[in-house]
């Protein structure tokens, strides 16, 4: 194998070739039986194309022993794979380097270059100091890391062409620009990169195959402060000799869906494209193509009007048969115009991209008149549908969406609101034809079919289940069906909700990311999916769009411009960073927002009067009514005082930026962020608290959920507050819930916390009016957007929403199966296992992938036994609460708990029998009465 070769190996073939060469150099066998097993970069396996200019490395350790850990560890990383199996780390070699951390290591060798590959792989030393085996190898690279790197122009066509009349309705439908170049390679090709930024969404073709299986690219962002690019290896697609390249250009939300309604929109302008692909010879030399006015563009394509609320008309009789591939004659098409910038910089998309995730089969195809089919898959999900068909030229086939029926078994159409929702495909007429948008989505369980020749029969249609690529975080059953058939729902919410940004409803003429929905709901999604650094992408558009003067939009990126200076909505900005740091080990993300958020809080104190803010926009959104056909309730009594709602969000702000502070480096500013909580803490107490009646201000469930939440409650006065909202709950809402959705992201976890979690097993198991289990007893497959979503106004009624989910996830795996990490050593370095049976329970099985691997609580009771299965991660540790009449009643592998190897007893509390205990599989067993 020549040194070039090796030097410049295809990406395609790269873990094949990095396998081989470090099996070809014999090591020293490892005496240690620990196994490193997954290795990531930015939290993405073998990233392409990153910016970061210190990437984080981190690796997962398996073993079969109790009581493993990491004791040290060396990486190397090398410009070549061939330099792995002698241990030449020319870009970094860490030596043996004395320390437990396995998870976000920062890079620490030469400065990376644009363009960079990097070879990487690493060995530990166990607990008695032996080595391991050399991990697999892994790897990355670097992308353009400055802007001269591209070398290319933006191009595009900013018109419309052919242009549309309007008919005074906002038409905001684009035929997709299709731009094509050819180039020539005379030499041997041994590696092509593509990075390619199509504004607002482009698949990238080379020699008639697509690079690349995602869809809906590149990610939303703040437009025009930052614009995404994607690499792709495209080494295979390439070929000595004639080469063409291909873009399809999409509107996205760049050019946006509507201006003026259902509110102001922002758009940025037509579709265009940034492009460079860097080749590599087998000699050493290299070549780039660029995008300039040396492309050529079409309109004249099939995708003939594209819109992510309207949905994609595709007529198959204008293909453009042959387009990105060498020969194609394409002198009709106009030159590409060199068009302006959009004005951002142009950053990696470190995040998963959207992808097709799965394909759903109808569970019936009913014919509801001649010729018009109802197709229903079962599930409301997000993405669109995939058709097989054969027929005559011409025929035009709809496909309306929606997510429920009305009684007469057609669509219910009135919630979507402005949005057409309908894909048209309209046949060449040549024989079997497959069809599946590129440029829409839509949130849908039911499907209208009109205009398809004869009948459709089974596997003519098809459901295309499309979100971010996240993978997942763990799992969760037990054996009450309401709570398991809710949590399916939940997990199907908010999968769907996931377009390289949280958003609310994937279905309406909305589909915005509102802060206040994912404020502190976003920490229970990171028991469904690893989502660190879809979160991590959001909170950069949070930055991105904020003001100078420190405001921040309630919806962003600021799509909608929501700039209203309110509290709930934008602390996002200051509680998900702790979430991220609490469940990921993630402090950079404070570190690095933390400026922002300074900015923010200097910004809204100066709406403090009197130690009391009332900047609040919505209320606690969405109470469940009094009037089942409302939308919000006109009750006074279930509303929550705005100066309630801001003062304690504010108040707990400014306790996580005095803790922030130290964690940023900024230790000393701690202060003033406590002493103004302090003063807001006396501001509330002294405005809304009632002492002779126990409650603030008119006694609503959430004026109480909140104040003890964050810890405001004057202690001598905790026991009155939480149970005038017990008695809330008992008598006045019949033992369901009566908050929206500021207060439910808190209320489960007050009630447990404060010894009533019977209360919240209610609330999961119950299934009537209002409830998750009514959801799902009036069969919904998702999360409604409102209590009383089978009744209510449709002007704002949503069958796919994370809103109301409010804390209940983390209420699963946090308290009923136990699982949560200790935030004095965050990322589950420490876990604090403290499960509660509640309820008829008698069994619940929960597993996390954590940083540090796979923990797994599965917990049963039969006949006064309590049996425990736990997975503790190599390299972790955990605290356990065993219920137990007293320690000596606990058992571990049918040997007495105290003397069970990687068992360490702790104390007796509340109940529980408490130990420590080492990596590794247990099975635990008490009696408990």
Not at 280 to 303: H, Q
């Amino acid at each position: 194998m020549s040194r070039n070769f090796l030097i410049l190996l295809p990406v395609t073939l790269l873990a094949v070739h990095l396998h081989a060469l470090c099996a070809g150099t014999p090591a020293k066998e490892s005496a240690s039986a620990m196994r490193i097993v997954h290795l990531t970069c930015e939290g993405l396996t073998d990233p392409r194309g990153i910016d970061a200019g210190t990437p984080r490395l981190s690796w997962q350790m398996e073993s079969d022993a109790r009581g493993e850990k990491q004791l040290a560890y060396q990486v190397i990383v090398s410009s070549r794979p061939d330099f792995l199996p002698g241990d030449r780390g020319d870009l970094w070699n860490s030596g043996k380097v004395e320390s437990e951390v396995s998870v976000n290591l920062p890079y620490g060798g030469r400065p990376l270059e644009s363009g960079t590959f990097c070879f990487w792989k690493v060995r530990i030393w166990d607990l008695k100091g032996e080595p391991t085996a050399w991990s697999a190898p892994a790897s990355w690279s670097m992308g353009p890391l400055s802007p001269g790197d591209w070398k290319g122009k933006w191009i595009g066509l900013d018109a419309v062409q052919p242009p549309k009349e309007s008919g005074g309705k906002e038409d905001r439908r684009l035929p997709a620009r299709w731009l094509r170049r050819e180039f020539d390679a005379s030499k041997t090709i041994v590696r092509g990169t593509a990075y390619i930024c199509g504004l607002g969404l482009s698949e990238l073709y080379i020699n008639g195959q697509k690079a690349g299986d995602d869809v809906l690219s590149p990610a939303l962002s703040q437009y025009p402060k930052r614009e995404y690019y994607v690499t792709h290896d495209v080494t295979s697609l390439l070929k000595r000799g004639r080469n063409a390249v291909g873009v399809v250009l999409g509107n996205g939300r760049f050019y946006a869906p509507r201006i003026t309604e259902p509110t102001l929109t922002q758009s940025f302008g037509y579709p265009k494209l940034m492009f460079r692909l860097h080749i590599e010879f087998n000699d050493g030399t290299t070549a780039d193509v660029v995008s300039d006015g040396s492309w050529k563009l079409t309109t004249a394509g099939p995708i003939r009007a594209n819109n992510e609320y309207d949905g994609e008309e595709y007529d198959a009789r204008t293909e453009l048969a042959g387009w990105a591939s060498p020969g194609y004659d394409d002198a009709g098409w106009e030159p590409a115009r060199e068009v302006a910038s959009p004005g951002g910089a142009l950053r990696s998309q470190m995040i998963e991209p959207i992808r097709v995730t799965g394909t759903l089969n109808p569970v019936s195809i009913a014919e509801l008149h001649p010729g018009v089919f109802i197709v229903d898959m079962g599930q409301n999900m997000v993405g669109w549908c995939r058709i097989h068909v054969n027929g005559p030229r011409g025929t035009r086939i709809a496909l309306r969406h929606a997510e429920t029926l009305k009684p007469d078994g057609t669509l219910y159409l009135d919630n979507l609101r402005g949005a057409i929702v309908t894909d048209t495909y309209t046949l060449r007429g040549d024989g079997p034809e497959t069809y599946e948008p590129r440029f829409t989505y839509h949130g849908f369980r039911y499907v209208e079919v009109t205009g398809f020749p004869g009948r459709p029969g089974p596997g003519a249609i098809e459901g295309r289940v499309v979100n971010d690529d996240v993978k997942s975080a763990g799992e969760f059953t037990c054996s009450q069906p309401v709570i398991n058939r809710t949590y399916r729902n939940i997990a199907w919410g908010v999968r769907g909700n996931y377009r390289s940004m949280p958003t609310d409803c994937p279905q309406r003429d909305e589909r915005q990311g509102w802060l206040g929905d994912r404020s502190a709901e976003s920490r229970g999604e990171t028991y469904l999916f690893r989502v660190n650094a879809l979160y991590a992408k959001w909170l950069q558009d949070m930055e991105d769009e904020q003001k100078e003067n420190g405001s921040v939009s309630d919806v962003c990126p600021s799509y909608w411009p929501l700039y209203n200076d309110d509290v709930t909505w934008p602390s996002s900005t200051v509680i998900i960073p702790d979430a991220l740091r609490d469940q990921y080990g993630d402090e950079e993300i404070i570190r690095r927002h933390y400026p922002g958020m300074v900015k923010w809080i200097d910004h809204m104190r100066s709406f403090v009067t009197d130690g009391v803010i009332t900047k609040d926009s919505y209320g606690d959104w969405c109470v469940p009514p009094e009037d089942p056909k409302l939308i919000h309730s006109n009750d006074p009594m279930r509303k929550t005082a705005p100066g309630i709602l801001a003062t304690s969000y504010f108040y707990y702000d400014l306790r996580l930026m005095a803790r922030y502070a130290a964690i940023a480096g900024y230790a000393p500013e701690g202060k003033r962020f406590d002493d103004l909580a302090l003063l807001l803490r006396q501001g509330l107490n002294r405005t809304y608290f009632n002492d002779s009646l126990g409650y603030y201000d008119n006694g609503s469930q959430t004026s109480c959920v909140l104040p003890l939440a964050f810890g405001m409650v004057p202690p001598a006065a905790r026991e009155r507050v939480f149970g005038h909202l017990t008695w809330k709950i008992t008598h006045e809402t019949n033992g369901h819930i009566g908050t929206g959705l500021v207060g439910g992201q808190w209320l489960n976890r007050v009630l447990s916390d404060n010894g009533r979690p019977d209360i919240v097993y209610r609330f999961a198991t119950d299934t009537t009016y209002p409830g998750w289990g009514y959801m799902a007893a009036k069969g919904a497959t998702t999360i409604w957007e409102l209590w009383n979503g089978d009744r209510a106004d449709p002007a704002m009624n949503s069958g796919n929403h994370v809103m109301l989910v409010g804390d209940f996830v983390l209420w699963l795996f946090e308290d009923i199966a136990g699982i949560r990490p200790d935030p004095a050593r965050p990322g589950f370095k420490h876990i604090l296992m403290h499960p509660t049976p509640v309820g008829d329970l008698t069994a619940v099985r929960g597993t996390h992938e954590s940083p540090y691997g796979r923990i797994v609580s599965d917990w049963k009771l039969e006949n006064g036994a309590f049996e425990w299965t736990i997975g503790v991660p190599v390299n972790s540790t955990a605290t356990i609460y065993v219920p137990a009449q007293s320690p000596d009643a606990v058992t571990e592998g049918g040997n007495a708990a105290r003397n069970s190897d990687g068992v360490t007893y702790v104390k007796e509390e509340n109940g529980y029998a408490v130990f420590e205990i080492a990596p590794g599989s247990y099975k635990f067993r008490s009696l408990t009465h």
